[in-house]
């Protein structure tokens, strides 16, 4: 398998998830723009880029992107620039007829827009990060890896209406990842004519989605997503204008809200406490699990010992009560997870039980104390220590990781004797850089779904992916999911137990111990309907929403 290229955006898909914004107390007759059907959202963060093949998030440029599919309710791919697809019986050829569709300059969309674009993103010159979600098509690695021309990559163009794929192997959520902004076409022409001003300010790019973008310069805190007068299915687009804000404080977001300025707004834990009871409050659940990672290659030999143990880590895990964190240190309705994989994610394909309940494993990521302090009593022993001192590893970006260190590092020092606990909160960027160095003993990661399928998350512990911070290493595992990727790929009953048995690994040994399921609580304007959320992905989704 190839080595996945970092993506910190993915790591921290929070922040894509927070490109709605805040809706208040204002009166419902009264409409925040000037056009009734126009709505104010926020953002946590600026846009970082609007070029598909160097962004590392899509959270809100789905919306000005489009695929062969866009993404609908409970994450199911739905009409995009394909019209129809066919699939050959090894799953390994994809063929997709396009529609008649326009760029939003008045270009036609044509074939060799998507054989372009994909060609451009895995361009090692582009230095795409979500290269490796190209994996799976022929040559895709070699073309990334500098190894063959991009000219090889297994995509055509054999008329202007169609696009065929050709994959290394079939793959069960393909037909998913092609809802993904990223596989997009590109319009060529418009690349060449403004070469390095492309796509460094909304003039200089064309959309292919429901809304064009209008007003961002690059480095600006405002924007507006305008609806697309050349998109395909422009009739169902019923909003005529999105405004964005920066907004980066929940306090600054609500006072913004109470205003009608904002038309969405996402709380912090300490509002969520005293709004529950609001009739504007609303839950969004995203597949975002926060989860320790141990550093298995720890370069203090003492501690390499502690946390190559597992009963160390199962004690650690099991000291943690969850309930607690979930309800009383951050009360957003963030929930309890059954191991690293998401809930509401993917469903068996048999009898749809979630895979979050059939990955399970008892005694893993229950609140235990007692049982705890057996593991850890037996742990301590059997490497020959009685006192251990860790270095906790975490961002400092948000008030809930500030929050979750101090309860761990509380609430493993009462329970566990001989522990000592000591926090390095640093921001996002030098965390990660830390946690690709290995530099920490426990690191308080996160990860967000990129897709709706179990796989997301089940490459991050195999061995030599760059995302394995820690280093743990299982053949069984590494074997089962491979299995999945390969052999068992076209068929879906196999291919799901294969990856509950390698999920059941990494959580019978706690190889990582999850924490929470986010879910990101709001204020939302009740005039405002229509809008699709999910889990995984392109999780916002406004081409059907409206103003009432």
Not at 124 to 147: E, I, W
Request: charged share 20%; net charge positive.
């Amino acid at each position: 398998m190839k080595k996945m290229k970092i993506l910190t955006a993915s790591l921290v898909a929070v922040s894509a998830a927070l490109v709605l914004a805040a809706c208040g107390q204002h009166s419902s007759s009264q409409s925040s723009g000037n056009d009734e059907q126009t709505l104010n959202l926020s953002t946590n963060a600026p846009l970082d880029t609007i070029d598909i093949s160097k962004s590392s998030g899509y959270g809100q440029t789905g919306n000005v992107f489009e695929s062969f599919y866009r993404l609908g309710k409970n994450g199911k791919p739905i009409a995009g620039l394909a019209k129809s697809v066919t699939t050959s019986k090894d799953g390994k050829t994809w063929t997709f007829k396009l529609r008649d569709a326009k760029w939003s300059n008045g270009d036609p969309i044509t074939a060799e827009d998507f054989v372009y674009s994909w060609r451009r993103s895995l361009n090692p010159k582009t230095a795409s990060p979500y290269s490796y979600l190209f994996s799976s098509v022929k040559n895709a690695d070699q073309v990334a890896d500098g190894k063959k021309a991009p000219s090889q990559l297994g995509i055509s163009a054999p008329n202007k209406h169609t696009v065929v794929v050709n994959l290394n192997k079939p793959v069960a959520y393909f037909k998913v990842l092609m809802a993904y902004p990223l596989f997009g076409p590109q319009n060529e022409k418009v690349v060449k004519k403004y070469g390095s001003k492309y796509a460094t300010k909304a003039q200089y790019q064309v959309y292919s989605g429901p809304f064009v973008i209008k007003g961002w310069n690059g480095v600006n805190d405002t924007w507006s997503f305008v609806k697309n007068k050349n998109y395909w299915d422009k009739d169902k687009v019923k909003l005529h204008k999105i405004n964005y804000q920066v907004v980066k404080s929940p306090n600054t977001g609500y006072q913004m809200y109470q205003q009608g300025k904002l038309d969405l707004t996402p709380l912090s834990s300490e509002q969520v406490k005293n709004l529950k009871s609001n009739p504007d409050f609303k839950s969004y659940p995203y597949s975002l699990v926060r989860f320790l990672m141990y550093n298995f290659a720890d370069k203090n030999a003492i501690n390499k010992a502690a946390l190559n143990n597992k009963n160390i880590r199962l004690a650690l895990s099991l000291t943690i009560d969850r309930q607690v964190i979930t309800k009383k240190v951050l009360g957003n309705g963030s929930t309890i997870p059954t191991g690293f994989v998401a809930e509401k994610l993917a469903y068996n394909p048999q009898s749809k039980e979630d895979f979050a309940k059939e990955q399970g494993v008892k005694n893993t990521t229950d609140y235990n104390p007692a049982l705890a302090k057996k593991y850890w009593q037996k742990g301590l022993k059997e490497i020959g220590q009685k006192h251990l001192t860790f270095d906790l590893l975490a961002s400092n970006d948000d008030s809930d990781s500030e929050q979750l260190t101090q309860y761990l590092q509380s609430q493993w020092t009462k329970e566990l004797p001989g522990i000592k606990i000591e926090i390095t909160n640093v921001p996002e960027k030098s965390a990660l850089r830390r946690a690709r160095a290995g530099q920490f003993d426990l690191y308080l990661s996160h990860w967000g779904g990129d897709f709706n399928d179990p796989m997301t998350f089940m490459q991050i512990p195999m061995g030599g992916t760059s995302y394995n911070y820690g280093k743990w290493s299982s053949s069984e595992y590494d074997g089962l999911v491979k299995k999945a990727l390969n052999q068992d790929a076209n068929e879906p009953d196999q291919r799901w137990d294969d990856l509950v048995k390698a999920a059941k690994i990494v959580n019978g040994n706690q190889a990582i111990t999850p924490i929470y399921q986010q879910t990101t609580a709001y204020l939302q304007n009740k005039r405002v309907h229509g809008i699709i959320h999910n889990t995984a992905g392109t999780q916002w989704n406004y081409k059907e929403a409206y103003i009432k």
